[in-house]
């Protein structure tokens, strides 16, 4: 008989951990690598935020999710399409055409994923009561997040490592950063082989998930242009969308331009890091931040409440990305200066990022929860996406210490709709 659900501990780290990585290999490790190849901070931002799109248009296919097959067979199978276009990432780097062949992969690398993230996304509200959500938003945030982490630390630490090596000819040399970064992905597309082995033999048996019957085309278009209506008729339907639009304008442009800015030489101002140095800032204070932010974010909503935190969140969110004007300004020497204002941001938004997806869980109740949570993170990419791909452009006009201003100025409408928004004070508080 299937069972209702087992211990969340164990699958939840490994499930959000496989969501985390791909995600974090096309938005922020694709942007470090190109900026190695040579690639201008305008290109880089501009055709790296395009990859974000797969993320906002997942609405669209979600109700395929919903109804065909088992949210665990879905879960299975695009990790195997992730590890085939990690593939394909790697073969293709040590080419004389590598940004387009690397771009073509990391399109089905980015579709894979999203489609992923509906079905564990479904997967995770089936099994948990509406007080297990709200706790283990904390966790499985930060296993996402370390993930996340390991990305631009363990990863970009070796590919760095690889990168001064001589085992692919000349240190530093393009052809030896080119078959450093190949190596690295070829690491990951075989540890997603086997998180598909691991989740399709150990992932739970929900009661909900089960093989649905064959369904019509009818049936299909029925149920995607009922989901569509549902949450579009939401009351303060407009409210949600600013919110979701606008709460993380100043991170979509920060995060692009953050990892440029520690590998740029001083003299354009940047902090003339190593790919090694950038790895370890993020891989070291930053997971241990970001770990201790989010678990403490999750569990103070478990017994508070959201509403109760909302404030604190927001402002937890966006203050501490004034680290960058400081450091855009100072330019200073000391790493550990560095690693520890990477570590002052990633604690902020560690522990603020525990609003935005309590929040889209709130909206998301209901009767299409699983496809209305799609249409959250797809708007909320959508604010990644726009920002993202004009970041690079405003950075290379006015340098990197206006740039960092301007991100700052960019939070003033994230403020402005958390005023605006009305939530349950109670939401996600234990119920005794």
């Known amino acids: 008989m299937p069972q209702k659900k087992k211990n969340p501990w164990s699958w939840i780290p490994t499930v959000y951990f496989a969501e985390g990585m791909p995600y974090i290999v096309v938005m922020t490790v694709s942007v470090i690598m190109y900026k190695r190849l040579n690639i201008s901070n305008t290109e880089?931002?501009?055709?790296?935020?395009?990859?974000?799109?797969?993320?906002?248009?997942?609405?669209?296919?979600?109700p395929i999710v919903e109804l065909l097959k088992s949210k665990r067979w879905w879960i299975v199978t695009m990790q195997l399409f992730i590890g085939a276009g990690l593939a394909g990432v790697a073969f293709t780097l040590p080419t004389t055409f590598f940004f387009k062949g690397t771009l073509a992969f990391f399109w089905l690398l980015a579709f894979s994923s999203a489609t992923h993230d509906i079905s564990v996304d479904g997967f995770y509200m089936m099994g948990l009561t509406e007080n297990e959500q709200a706790f283990f938003v904390g966790i499985r945030n930060t296993f996402y997040r370390i993930a996340m982490v390991t990305g631009q630390g363990i990863l970009v630490i070796l590919a760095g490592y690889l990168e001064g090596s001589s085992y692919f000819g000349e240190p530093e040399s393009q052809k030896s950063i080119a078959y450093a970064w190949a190596f690295t992905f070829i690491v990951l597309a075989i540890l997603f082989v086997l998180f598909a082995i691991y989740h399709k033999f150990f992932l739970p048996h929900p009661d909900e998930d089960?093989?649905?019957?064959?369904?019509?085309?009818?049936?299909?278009?029925?149920?995607?242009?009922?989901?569509?209506?549902?949450?579009?008729?939401?009351?303060?339907?407009?409210?949600?969308?600013?919110?979701?639009?606008?709460?993380?304008?100043?991170?979509?442009?920060?995060?692009?331009?953050?990892?440029?800015?520690?590998?740029?030489?001083?003299?354009?101002?940047?902090?003339?890091?190593?790919?090694?140095?950038?790895?370890?800032?993020?891989?070291?204070?930053?997971i241990i931040a970001l770990t201790v932010g989010g678990i403490l974010g999750g569990w103070l909503a478990s017994r508070m409440g959201f509403g109760r935190l909302l404030w604190i969140f927001v402002l937890s969110m966006n203050l501490p990305n004034l680290v960058y004007v400081y450091l855009s300004y100072v330019q200073p020497?000391?790493?550990?200066?560095?690693?520890?204002?990477?570590?002052?941001e990633q604690l902020g938004y560690g522990f603020g990022f525990t609003a935005y997806t309590l929040y889209m869980l709130y909206v998301s109740a209901g009767k299409?929860?699983?496809?209305?949570?799609?249409?959250?993170?797809?708007?909320?990419?959508l604010g990644m996406m726009v920002p993202g791909m004009v970041s690079g452009w405003i950075q290379e006009t006015v340098g990197y210490q206006h740039f960092f201003v301007w991100v700052m100025l960019c939070t003033i409408p994230g403020f402005i709709m958390a005023k605006l928004i009305k939530i349950d004070r109670n939401f996600g508080i234990k119920k005794d």
């Open 44 to 62: 880089i931002a501009f055709y790296t935020s395009w990859l974000y799109l797969p993320w906002v248009i997942k609405p669209f296919w979600s």
């Open 210 to 286: 089960v093989q649905k019957a064959s369904v019509s085309i009818e049936t299909i278009l029925s149920g995607f242009g009922e989901t569509i209506r549902a949450y579009f008729v939401k009351k303060e339907i407009w409210t949600i969308l600013g919110f979701l639009l606008l709460f993380r304008l100043g991170e979509s442009q920060l995060v692009k331009m953050a990892s440029p800015f520690l590998l740029d030489a001083k003299s354009v101002g940047g902090l003339g890091l190593s790919t090694e140095q950038v790895g370890l800032a993020y891989g070291t204070v930053g």
């Open 333 to 344: 020497s000391a790493t550990w200066i560095i690693i520890s204002s990477v570590g002052v």
């Open 368 to 381: 299409y929860q699983t496809a209305h949570f799609a249409f959250s993170t797809g708007i909320m990419a």
